[in-house]
Antibody, heavy 120, light 110 residues
Framework: EVQLVQSGGVVVQPGGSLRLSCTAS????????MHWVRQAPGKGLEWVSV????????SYSDSVKGRFTISRDNSKNSLYLQMNSLTSEDTALYYC?????????????WGEGTRVTVSS | QSALTQPPSVSGSPGQSVTISCTGT?????????VSWYQQPPGTVPKLIIY???HRPSGVPDRFSGSRSGNTASLTISGLQAEDEADYYC??????????FGGGTKLTVL
């Protein structure tokens, strides 16, 4: 069974930084690309970033490009999202999600989410 | 990276069929077969129900079907059941190497 266990919720001040983590189990982690998707309170899903199986290729949404960095450590079965220069618009539930393929094809599994609140 | 366009809400009675549209551009929905649909009941994690435009994962009832015409993908749910009440999202890969979701559609079963 695919399991994606995410770090706990956090409150951070505007302009601050944060690193989210996601630990995978139940599958061969380095066979799959991984995504971050977020959902602001009461809003829809917004794709954030994807990284391929070996971490060599990543892409980002325009809303986070230059501020967020996705990375992975296949030796630890872990995915990360470094978030800098946070604003209130980054307040959301952040989902770690597995792609169905080593580069990208579609998201087939989701973690439970990490609540990020940007507030002073 | 504009969001794909979905109707905010649709509704239907049990046993009826509903169709949810997802309109993009030639840079996303119209370019690739990497169009998928997700179901998200209130307070839950999204669940994949359609991938690569028309394919259903194992365990998803055949009441759910997907199609595409040009830059518009569609999800049809036939034989509506109360348990189908949820938010539905489409997503597509883009020519920029990114992904984009639709704004979501709330399905109400009357």
């Amino acid at each position: 069974e695919v399991q994606l266990v995410q770090s706990g919720g956090v409150v951070v001040q505007p302009g601050g930084s944060l690193r989210l983590s996601c630990t995978a189990s139940g599958f061969i982690f380095d066979d799959y690309a991984m995504h971050w998707v977020r959902q602001a309170p009461g809003k829809g899903l917004e794709w954030v970033s994807v990284v391929n199986w070996d971490g060599g290729t990543a892409s980002y949404s325009d809303s986070v490009k230059g501020r967020f960095t996705i990375s992975r450590d296949n030796s630890k079965n872990s995915l990360y999202l470094q978030m800098n220069s946070l604003t209130s618009e980054d307040t959301a539930l952040y989902y770690c999600a597995r792609d169905s393929y080593s580069s990208t094809l579609f998201i087939d599994s989701w973690g439970e989410g990490t609540r990020v609140t940007v507030s002073s | 990276q504009s969001a794909l366009t979905q109707p905010p809400s649709v509704s239907g009675s049990p046993g009826q069929s509903v169709t949810i549209s997802c309109t993009g551009t030639s840079s996303d929905v119209g370019s690739y077969s990497r169009v998928s649909w997700y179901q998200q009941p209130p307070g839950t994690v999204p669940k994949l129900i359609i991938y690569e435009v028309t394919h259903r994962p194992s365990g998803v009832p055949d009441r759910f079907s997907g199609s595409r015409s040009g830059n518009t993908a569609s999800l049809t749910i036939s034989g509506l059941q109360a348990e189908d009440e949820a938010d539905y999202y489409c997503s597509s890969y883009t020519t920029s190497g990114t992904w984009v979701f639709g704004g979501g559609t709330k399905l109400t079963v009357l």
